[in-house]
């Protein structure tokens, strides 16, 4: 759980940390105990008038993320069946 205390730093900390991990808004929002509401909502409603550069790097970020999530779909179920037959 992360104690901030205004939602421009809460923004800015998920932001630099979606970046720099390249990581999804679920994986990010485990990793700070947040929603994935509020971490989608911050990096994208909040980040956009707090800074606009960072924002730029997080809709890259998002973007690739939503070309390649079928693919992170199909590698979970591969797994789920393969632990399954083994």
């Known amino acids: 759980m992360i104690y901030i205390t205004s939602d421009k730093e809460r923004c800015i900390l998920l932001a630099t940390y979606l970046v720099e991990q390249r990581s999804t808004v679920r994986a990010t ?4 105990g947040i929603s994935k509401s509020t971490v989608h909502k ?16 997080v809709k890259s970020v998002l973007e690739q993320n939503k070309r390649e999530r079928h693919l992170r ?14």
């Not at 929002?29 to 700070?32: E, I, N, P, T, V």
């Open 29 to 32: 929002a485990a990793r700070f």
């Open 73 to 86: 779909g199909g590698e979970a179920t591969r797994r789920k069946y393969m632990t399954k037959i083994c």
């Open 42 to 57: 911050d990096v994208t409603r909040t980040l956009k008038h707090v800074n606009r550069g960072l924002y730029e790097d």
